[in-house]
């Protein structure tokens, strides 16, 4: 009895570990899909235009944070923000927004971000990094 009460058990492990590893593939590549893998979570900006981007800017870390209907940013000078459209396939378009008008040291990773936004027109999650882009071109800004 024991023996195979143990039988059953192991037979019920395995086939339980086995869905497991299908759930498992099945939430990485829905990643790419969900909104909720990018809303509200503050997206330091890491590269810009194939270019590494520094922890800070300014004395200020450059970011970009997502929400339902409307994003802010800061490209480690004036805060940048407008509304934005975010879809489960992978599209997005951000408005033009409003801007403060500070004038920094550095401007240039501000300048490239505030482009960047008005012209991605779609997004992907891979390993934890945020992709912007336009078309199939190579990504216009990456965000951890």
């Known amino acids: 009895m024991n023996f195979k009460n143990f039988a059953i058990l192991a037979i019920l492990s395995i086939g339980l570990g086995s869905c497991s590893v299908v ?27 194939g270019q590494a981007v520094a922890d800070q800017i300014n004395g200020k870390m450059p970011y970009l944070q997502l929400e339902e209907k409307r994003y802010s940013a800061s490209g480690g000078c004036n805060g940048i923000g407008g509304d934005l459209v975010i879809s489960k396939n992978g599209k997005i378009k951000f408005a033009q927004g409003m801007s403060t008008m500070m004038a920094c040291p550095d401007m240039s990773i501000e300048q490239a971000l505030s482009k960047n936004l008005i012209a991605a027109d779609n997004y992907t999650v891979n390993n934890g990094i945020l992709s912007l882009n336009k078309a199939k071109m190579a990504p216009l800004a990456n965000l951890s």
């Not at 759930?23 to 590549?29: C, G, L």
């Not at 809303?39 to 900006?45: I, T």
Request: charged share 25%; glycine share 4%.
């Open 23 to 49: 759930n498992k593939k099945s939430t990485d590549q829905s990643e790419n899909s969900s909104t909720s893998a990018v809303v509200g979570k503050k997206w330091q900006l890491i590269e810009i235009n």
